[in-house]
């Protein structure tokens, strides 16, 4: 079985930018898996960010942005703010009606 | 005023059944897609289940012959049929609108809880 994967946890400090990944156990992610990216904060429902690779959600800000980097999906936050420290997850479209999410990075802005 | 109201979660023993309803207002399920995913205490998310507007339905392995998923048209109301229930599907449990497979699930509930436990 497939496995999504994304870093566990990263580090970015106020203003900086950083790039989180969302990969797959065997193989590369293309635009065909329609990766999308959520954001949550603890007790509350997931928030989309990017969907369909790179689109962004209505009233996202523009420093979030999604692409395609070598074999995977990933999200870019340009100019971190303290309120993005959150976890983020990425989720696949593997065909055949299936979804997978993948475990999550939790990020901190310090 | 587009909104899913999740409603049937509690305490459950192990091998027990539980129906979570999740009432739609402000669209049609009939017209969107309409996922199951769920997160466990402390865990990650984990999608488990959908029905495409044509009625098709597809399921993660992990719950795949124990969940049901099924709608009401008339009652505008998605609905979660879990069997033989195990420790761990223990977890919140959110229903979320997807208007295609090329788009976000845009629209979440709330979240019902559901404890498996003896």
């Known amino acids: 079985q497939t496995v999504v994967t994304q870093e566990p946890s990263f580090s970015v400090s106020p203003g900086g930018t950083v790039t989180l990944t969302c990969g797959l156990s065997?193989?590369?992610?293309?635009?065909?898996?329609?990766p999308t990216w959520y954001q949550q904060t603890p007790g509350q429902a997931p928030r989309t960010l990017i969907y369909?690779?790179?689109i962004r959600s209505s009233g996202v800000p523009d420093r979030f942005s999604g692409s395609i980097v070598g074999s995977k999906a990933a999200l870019t936050i340009t100019g971190a703010q303290a309120d993005d420290e959150s976890d983020y997850y990425c989720v696949l479209s593997m065909g055949s009606g299936i979804w997978v999410f993948g475990g999550g990075t939790k990020l901190t802005v310090l | 005023e587009v909104q899913l109201v999740e409603s049937g979660g509690g305490l459950i023993q192990p091998g027990g059944s539980l129906r979570l309803s999740c009432a739609a207002s402000g669209f049609p399920i009939n017209n969107n897609f309409m996922n199951w995913v769920r997160q466990a205490p402390g865990r990650g998310l984990e999608w488990i289940s959908i029905?495409?507007?044509?009625?098709?339905?597809y399921y993660a392995a992990s719950v795949r012959g124990r969940f049901t998923v099924s709608r009401d048209i008339s009652t505008n109301t998605l609905y979660l049929q879990m069997d033989s229930l195990r420790a761990e599907d223990t977890a919140v449990y959110y229903c979320a609108r997807q208007r295609g497979i090329k788009y976000d699930m845009d629209v979440w509930g709330q979240g019902a809880t559901v404890t498996v436990s003896s």
């Open positions: 369909s690779t790179s």
């Open positions: 065997s193989g590369s992610v293309s635009t065909s898996y329609y």
């Open positions: 029905v495409y507007s044509s009625g098709n339905t």
